[in-house]
């Protein structure tokens, strides 16, 4: 099929969506009870009946299974700890941790590595999945651990409120996101852990603080705990009104994106939003997503991206059109010629991020769980790596990616789907958060090679050895694949020491002089990034 016609079925696609109803919790794929909200008596702060959680408390014990397999969210990593565990409350939680001697707590397993995984208890918090409050003056959102980040987007969105800046990812667990200082593209904001006010966490003996601005590096090691520090049950975020703001949409080109990342070192703040799509196979054609405040006023779009996915599993899915519609794509998708399949997959990524006026909530762009489902079952596991540099190297860096490519160094055809480029500030960054000191420029990649074709990936390699040389001295993200194992999943010694590297001793170790005052007999020390 031309790429003419795929634009045709995609508009069709569309048009048919934007009557529709926002997407329900149920379309999301792992549904979790609609919360209602009722305001006391000061207007400005809206708080949440707690009945969700009382009947949870009441009829619902922990479930604790000894010798189960523990998966990450496409089977890259297994884990075998002794027991997994659910618990439903606090309370469930304190017992749990008080009666064992090693606990790795997880969310939904939406990481690219073994981090996650412990030898004892495994515990996942994704039972405590209630929003808890908005506070409208101070502009907080306080909310369990297991909320989806998209549920807490929408949750958030039906009260006028929106996250200054989310992951493009947004359907793992609020507390795994901040966990790993999970980001989209802001260098005003930051990453996910700058927005975080309070933390509420369950510590090793079995004792429930909560940590704030006051408790220095406590709270700091806290925002970007990588699950080391203990079990957070509660966060409280930063908020700010759903404005209206216009997303707009542009082509641009290799040499146009070392124009524009130069131009960052001197003024990162005029690249605030900004996100580009950059595919290897289309010899370098991008696109670049802006978000920007407006200074007059349309009448907002609905998210069409979000519309579409909802049509699709409401209507679509289960249905004799699912088939064809679903055949279709994929094989559009997995066409022998990349440069067609790697155009058919950028023309779907621009479908989602069309250009006008839109809440904040929905501009941000936000991979749809369609989106997520198609390129899972067509092109099956993948490697997801994600390399964040220094705006004062990136120039230099990225250039140096690109000229991988032309020397035919690495494959085009190894990416069809398109890296994701994108800008992050420090913020208000926890000790171990990415941009940790300075803004840094993000390259996501996503390697499909080593599950799906050759079990090794040249392609990979030459750019991970790039990334950890002098040229780029790039940190990695603790969601993703490992910058030393051939297959990501596996992290090792290596890539700890590396994080020591590239963070800065001396903020590694206050990371963990922190875990040692919370944590004194390393109960949650992961043995990569805190020894046990
Ligand atoms: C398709 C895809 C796209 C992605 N895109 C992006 C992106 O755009 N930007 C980005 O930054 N990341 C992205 N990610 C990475 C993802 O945001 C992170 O890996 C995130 O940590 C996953 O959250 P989770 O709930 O699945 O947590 P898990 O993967 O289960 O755990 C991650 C970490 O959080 C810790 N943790 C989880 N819950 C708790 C808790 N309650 N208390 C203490 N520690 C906890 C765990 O110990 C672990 O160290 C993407 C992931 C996928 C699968």
Aim: hydrophobic share 40%; charged share 20%; proline share 5%.
């Amino acid at each position: 099929m031309p790429p003419s016609s795929l634009l045709q079925s995609l508009l069709l696609l569309l048009a048919t969506t934007t009557t529709l109803l926002r997407t329900t919790d149920a379309a999301l794929g792992a549904p979790s009870a609609p919360v209602t909200a009722t305001l006391t008596e000061d207007p400005q702060v809206s708080f949440i009946t707690p009945q969700g959680a009382a009947f949870k408390q009441a009829t619902s014990p922990a479930t604790v299974t000894g010798g189960a397999e523990w998966h990450n969210w496409h089977d890259t990593v297994i884990c075998r700890p002794g027991f997994v565990a659910s618990p439903w409350t606090v309370e469930q939680v304190v017992e749990l941790v008080k009666t064992h001697p090693r606990v790795r707590v997880v969310g939904l397993g939406h990481s690219f590595n073994t981090l996650t995984c412990g030898k004892d208890l495994m515990m996942t918090t994704l039972q405590m999945d209630q929003v808890l409050g908005l506070d409208k003056l101070k502009h907080t959102v306080t909310t369990q651990a297991g909320v989806k980040t998209r549920n807490l987007i929408h949750w958030l969105r039906d009260r006028g409120f929106a996250l200054p800046t989310a992951p493009y990812y947004i359907d793992q667990s609020i507390a795994g996101a901040v966990a790993t200082s999970s980001h989209g593209s802001s260098v005003v904001f930051g990453s996910l852990s700058s927005l975080v006010k309070a933390i509420k966490i369950v510590l090793a003996d079995g004792s429930i603080r909560v940590l704030t601005e006051a408790d220095g590096d406590l709270f700091s090691a806290a925002k970007t705990s990588v699950g080391a520090l203990g079990v957070v049950v509660e966060l409280t975020l930063a908020v700010q009104p759903n404005e209206n703001v216009w997303r707009g949409l542009h082509h641009i080109d290799a040499q146009g994106i070392l124009a524009e990342i130069q131009k960052a070192e001197h003024n990162a703040l005029a690249f605030e939003r900004v996100h580009y799509w950059y595919s290897p196979p289309l010899k370098g054609a991008a696109v670049k997503t802006t978000v920007d405040d407006l200074s007059h006023k349309h009448e907002p779009l609905p998210n069409i991206g979000e519309a579409t996915s909802d049509f699709y599993y409401r209507t679509v899915a289960n249905s004799s059109l699912q088939l064809v519609l679903f055949r279709h794509i994929a094989q559009m998708m997995k066409d022998p010629n990349t440069h067609t399949a790697a155009t058919y997959v950028m023309l779907g990524h621009i479908a989602n991020i069309l250009p006008g006026t839109y809440k904040l909530s929905d501009a941000l762009p936000a991979q749809q769980v369609l989106e997520t489902d198609l390129l899972r079952s067509v092109y099956g596991k993948y490697d997801q790596y994600e390399f964040a540099v220094a705006l004062d190297k990136a120039h230099d860096c990225v250039k140096s990616l690109f000229e991988l490519f032309d020397r035919n160094v690495t494959n085009r055809d190894d990416f069809r789907v398109p890296f994701c480029l994108r800008y992050v500030g420090p913020g208000k960054e926890g000790l171990l958060g990415i941009s940790h000191g300075g803004t840094r420029f993000y390259l996501n990649m996503d390697n499909y090679d080593v599950y799906n074709r050759k079990g090794f990936s040249q392609s990979m390699q030459v750019i991970k050895d790039l990334m950890a040389s002098q040229t780029c001295e790039a940190r990695v993200h603790y969601g993703k694949a490992s910058i030393f194992s051939p297959m990501g999943g596996a992290w090792s010694t290596l890539d700890a020491r590396y994080v020591q590297d590239t963070v800065g001793y001396d903020v590694y170790a206050r990371f963990v002089a922190a875990a040692k005052t919370l944590d004194p007999a390393g109960k949650f020390a992961d043995g990569l990034l805190i020894p046990n």
